[in-house]
């Protein structure tokens, strides 16, 4: 009973809601019952003029309804849409504030730490695009004569802009410190690195007399290319590697590095470490460049002259094999972060 009742409660509202429409339901069903009758009862007269009273009703419920729903259509048309591209103005400018946002916090963070070899070589990637200069800081400088001073030469050369690259390494005619160094690497890991060979002394010397062989040897060939080699008596257990856009500090371990934005206070002030570093460095005269000529595939009198030119002499217990080995180090560098050779 008492859903029957609001059953009644709500149709007494669609009705009271909906009184012309629903006068036209409850005619149409009388004219529908009298239709059945004979017309002797109801005429065909009374028939057609209840009909045209119906459709009047229906026409009336139309209108009306046209009528409410004018003002929401034109709520949608002059409304929300005529408000959507301000809406996508503002979505366009929300995104570009998270932009700047998320650049902001990156330069305010000190430091990043890299922690796998993707990372590492990434940041390189980063560092080395559109860059002007670069420095480095290291050992022997293996990563910057396979990777970093080969992809910056022919960058440069293809957009033809200036480059100076700043090198400092250890001092290969200083037997003591390469006997510290290769100490240290084996005493870390005396199983072959990336390269495929272990370390020793005489390697040490052989990688640090490729790098000042290979900067001779790209300044021959792009003359943009302003670069200087200075050679340290102190070994480090760091790497630095120093564009115009970041900073990269990788050690032993090829997974770990840490990287840090130009501008940060990190990054100036290990780019100042770094020049005053390399100004009590033994410097390489690499502006007699011209005077010692080397081919494209240096031959070991050319390889010798040079050394012994720029006051850097090989050891004379050194055959034409060992100066083959630092030209082939020189030239055909093996990316050190690469998989152990097996």
Known sequence: MARFAAALRQAASWAAQNADGAIALLLAIVVGVLGVLPNEIVPDEMLNAATLVILALVATALLRDRARQAPVEETITSGALAELPVRLARLEEIETLVGSTRKALDSLQLVRVLGSKQEIAQSHAEARKDTHRWSFKGG???????????????????????????????????????????????????????????????????????????????????????????????????????????????????NRAMTALAGTFYYENCDTELRLSFEQARRVPLEMYKKVPLSDEPTIEEVQELFDRVGVPLPKSYNGHDVVDIARKALRAVDPYAEPAT
């Open 140 to 254: 022997t400088g293996t990563y910057l004569r396979a990777v970093t001073l080969p992809l910056c030469v022919a960058a440069a050369r293809r957009d033809k802009r200036h480059l100076t690259v700043r090198v400092e390494v250890i001092d290969p005619s200083n037997l003591e410190v390469c006997e510290t160094y290769a100490h240290y690497r084996r005493s870390l890991s005396d199983a072959p690195d990336g390269t495929g060979e272990t370390w020793t002394t005489d390697r040490a010397r052989k990688e640090s007399y490729a790098t000042i062989l290979a900067a001779f040897w790209h300044r021959q060939r792009y003359g943009l290319l302003d670069i200087a080699v200075g050679l340290s008596s102190t070994m480090t257990t760091f790497r630095w590697d120093v564009s115009a856009t970041r900073l990269i500090m990788t050690v032993e371990d090829p």
